[in-house]
């Protein structure tokens, strides 16, 4: 194996294959009195449930990747920045809106101080393009920069994305689906998981969707962030919905905070209505909906359903057929094998609108709907899914007010968590809407 494959990385071997000249030869598993510690995923686990044969050890935990056990032992390379970098650097020709080019300034400036930062912007704001300087100032420092998704679908998207954009630089995508092999590149767009393969090398690292499953509150996940950025390096958090444990860090000053609040048309969040349907399972039973859920959807543009589990797809279908005879519609959800095809016929208009399950919380845009949750209070259903479920309306500059409305049997924590947390961010784009306002 080329030596550049070992940059930055833990990469497994024999624990007896003899050393190259230039590696650095790293320990697989920490041995305890009673438990052992993997190195890569930092996941403590008994000796009885790692146990191998003649007293060796294994992780459980991150297997996937590849066994990680005492019978192997890492190769390193310290990250030594052997690139060469091409002009142009930044080929996008887009423009920035006054707002986003402040918060682009912000992550630039952020990413030269290797600063710990996170950009709270609201959902349709632009996140990945206001990114766009910080990365390409940071190529020309001859840094390595990561950005890792913990959805493939993400890396998949931002890949052509980031290829048009900086067309110049080499870009690496890593995924467990994928068929091509690792190599050394500048930039690479990786899925979270794959940052455990990772050992400080990236100089600036750059998390999406940092709210997102499975990313938020996963122990390996986040020690496997900071395994791989550099000792002084730094790391840029992107979301439109905070998890707890980055308001902690914000509260006590650990981490920088840019707000924006306003999407790239310059309008607030649609604001989410909470309305009461009790029984609306009973009913369903029956191929039922509650007469005000089925008043509310006729008299709409085309949405979206969000309802809390596959199971319910089908009953909802057969009480909406009754009562939306004329419409073209479809449900939708993970392991659906038409999820893309139907997806697609949303965006081209050939559905009037389509039942989902949360799987089409993030990461789609369709013009001009509104959106729906039926059973909002639903355990399934965390605060930041709601908020971007809401984040679903009000994209279009050509309808960016949309209706969002929230059916439950009762109110719950993560329903006023969302609610409050739009309002929030609303207050905060008003001032700026106030203070961006020729009248003042």
Known sequence: MDLDNYYGRRVLVPRH?????????????????????????????????????????????????????????????????????????????????????????????????HVQQLLWAVTGAGKTEMMFAGIAAAIKRGERIGIA?????????????????????????????????????????CTTHQLLRFYHAFDNLIIDEVDAFPYAANASLLYATKQAIKKNGGCLYLTATPGDTLLREIKSKRLIVNYLPLRYHGHLLPEIKVRLAFGWRRRLERQQLPPQVIQQLQKTHRFLLFVPHIADLALVKAALQHSFTTFHFATVHASDPQRLEKVQKMR??????????????????????????????????????????????????????????????????????????????????????????PMQ
């Open 17 to 113: 294959e003899l050393i190259q000249s230039g590696i650095q030869e790293l320990p697989t598993i920490r041995i305890d009195t009673a438990n052992i510690r993997c190195y890569r995923c930092n996941y403590v686990t008994e000796k009885s449930l790692g146990a191998l044969p003649r007293g060796e050890f294994y992780c459980p935990h991150c297997i996937n990747l590849g066994r990680v056990s005492t019978l192997n032992k890492f190769y390193h390379v310290p990250e030594p920045n052997q690139f060469t970098v091409t002009e142009p650097v930044l080929t996008w020709k887009g423009k920035l809106s006054s707002l986003q080019q402040q918060a682009s300034e912000k992550i630039s400036q952020g990413m030269a101080d």
């Open 149 to 189: 998704s913990p959805r493939v679908d993400v890396c998949l998207e931002l890949f052509p994305r980031l290829k048009a954009a900086f067309a110049n630089c080499d870009i690496a995508l890593l995924h467990g689906r994928q068929e091509l092999p690792y190599h050394y590149a500048q930039l690479t767009i």
């Open 348 to 437: 081209d208009g050939d559905y009037d609108f389509l039942v989902t399950t949360s799987i089409l919380e993030r990461g789609v845009t369709f013009p001009e709907i509104d959106v729906y949750v039926l059973g909002a209070d639903d355990p399934v259903f965390s605060s930041s899914a709601l908020v971007q479920i809401a984040g679903r309306a009000g994209r279009a500059q050509s309808r960016p007010t949309g209706r969002v409305v929230f059916w439950i049997n009762c109110n719950c924590r993560q329903i006023n968590q969302a609610v409050s947390q739009v309002k929030y961010l609303n207050q905060k784009g008003q001032r700026l809407i106030d203070e961006l306002s």
